[in-house]
């Protein structure tokens, strides 16, 4: 079954109506073939009319879709002979980031990122995708890695944010996620890190510090989810698509504002439609932006890093 939003709904009937006059082929053997044409025809140009003006709250919504392919599916799509590391060697292992080896288009690379998961189980397994201080030790750890074996770092980033439990703050959240932000921006290595759905707060700039910063078309990326500056501004959660609208957090406002270098367009409908496609997409991206980058040498890529994240808001653009 596949799952629509609310704005979708419209596009939900349809198809549901194609569906119950494919049913009724299969059982009585009546052509409806013509119908079913009209049909399928009237909800393309309805999910296209509704996704040439999506706001930035119902691309919100699209990047926190159920169905969207998550961290493990771009890993698994993207990256041969992946090898899996775990723990941060202080406390744990934390499953809401997952990283390991691997190669990504025969090139040796570090792969990192936050997994949410994909059913109820898997979900609480990974926290949703918030992790804790281990979860970015770890990051860390596979960053410092990655810089002593020359390896470049590729990182999927899909979190609503750090997760704000009292035992998180209790064992460094803050130092934690500083701390994998500087080594980011250390690394001695090319670093390019993709929004892939929902970017929150310090919880996604831990793992995207990064030479080159790429979006999905309706991935989104923010210091605060929507729903968290309304609560702030207005006291009321309600205000969230007005908070949206202001945060400026759509890969178009970014991208125009320098604050990432690329956007992927997605297929119609979004990512969860046709994930194949999407993942396609990104891995030649990312293998067209690798390319100049492994060309430099570290203290080029450190000096150049740091001065993209400095340069961010220098001349009011914001």
Same mark, same amino acid.
């Given at each position: 079954?596949?799952?629509?939003?609310?704005f979708?709904?419209?596009?939900?009937?349809?198809e549901g109506?194609?569906?119950e006059l494919?049913?009724?082929?299969?059982?009585?053997?009546?052509?409806v073939a013509?119908?079913?044409?009209?049909?399928?025809?009237?909800?393309?140009?309805?999910?296209?009319?509704?996704?040439a003006?999506?706001?930035?709250?119902?691309?919100?919504?699209?990047?926190r879709?159920?169905d969207?392919?998550?961290?493990s599916?771009?890993?698994?799509?993207?990256?041969?002979d992946?090898t899996p590391? /775990? @723990?941060?060697? $202080?406390f744990?292992?934390?499953a !809401?980031?997952?990283? #390991?080896? =691997?190669r990504?288009? *025969?090139?040796?690379v570090?792969?990192?990122?936050?997994?949410?998961?994909?059913?109820?189980d898997s979900r609480v397994?990974?926290?949703?995708?918030m992790?804790?201080?281990?979860?970015?030790?770890?990051?860390?750890?596979l960053?410092?890695?990655?810089?002593?074996?020359?390896?470049?770092?590729?990182?999927?980033?899909?979190t609503?944010?750090?997760f704000p439990g009292?035992?998180?703050?209790a064992?460094?959240?803050?130092?934690?996620?500083?701390?994998?932000?500087? /080594? @980011?921006?250390? $690394?001695?290595?090319?670093?390019? !890190?993709t929004?892939? #759905?929902? =970017?929150g707060?310090? *919880?996604?700039?831990?793992?995207a510090?990064?030479?080159?910063?790429i979006?999905?078309?309706?991935?989104?990326?923010?210091?605060?989810?929507?729903?968290?500056c309304?609560?702030?501004?207005?006291?009321?959660?309600?205000q969230?698509?007005t908070?949206?609208?202001?945060?400026?957090?759509?890969?178009?406002?970014l991208?125009?504002?320098?604050?990432v270098?690329?956007?992927?367009?997605?297929?119609?409908?979004?990512?969860?439609?046709?994930a194949?496609?999407?993942?396609?997409?990104?891995g030649?991206?990312?293998?067209?932006?690798?390319a100049?980058?492994?060309?430099?040498?570290?203290?080029?890529l450190?000096?150049?890093?740091?001065?993209?994240?400095?340069?961010?808001?220098?001349?009011?653009?914001l």
């Open positions: 079954m596949r799952h629509f939003l609310d979708e709904k419209p596009i939900a009937e349809l109506k194609i569906e494919r049913r009724t082929t299969d059982a009585g053997g009546i052509d013509d119908e079913v044409g009209r049909l399928r025809d009237k909800a393309q140009a309805l999910l296209k009319a509704t996704y003006k999506l706001s930035p709250w119902q691309k919100a919504q699209v990047a879709h159920p969207r392919p998550h961290c599916d771009f890993i698994a799509a993207l990256i041969e992946y590391l /775990a @723990g941060d060697r $202080a744990a292992d934390d !809401a980031v997952m990283g #390991g080896m =691997g990504f288009r *025969g090139r040796a570090m792969v990192l990122g936050t997994e949410r998961g994909h059913d109820t397994k990974h926290n949703f995708g992790a804790r201080p281990e979860g970015y030790r770890k990051a860390r750890r960053m410092e890695l990655a810089g002593r074996f020359g390896l470049p770092i590729l990182s999927f980033v899909d609503a944010g750090a009292i035992e998180a703050e064992r460094g959240q803050a130092e934690a996620i500083a701390r994998s932000i500087e /080594a @980011g921006l250390d $690394a001695p290595v090319p670093f390019i !890190a929004i892939i #759905g929902e =970017g707060s310090g *919880g996604a700039i831990a793992l510090a990064a030479d080159r910063i979006m999905l078309e309706h991935a989104i990326y923010s210091v605060i989810s929507p729903e968290g309304a609560s702030i501004l207005w006291r009321d959660a309600a969230a698509s908070a949206a609208e202001a945060l400026k957090l759509t890969a178009e406002d991208r125009r504002l320098n604050l270098d690329a956007m992927v367009p997605e297929p119609l409908g979004g990512a969860h439609r046709d194949a496609a999407t993942i396609g997409a990104l030649d991206k990312i293998a067209e932006l690798l100049p980058l492994v060309e430099l040498d570290g203290a080029t450190r000096a150049r890093r740091r001065e993209k994240f400095l340069e961010m808001g220098r001349h009011g653009s």
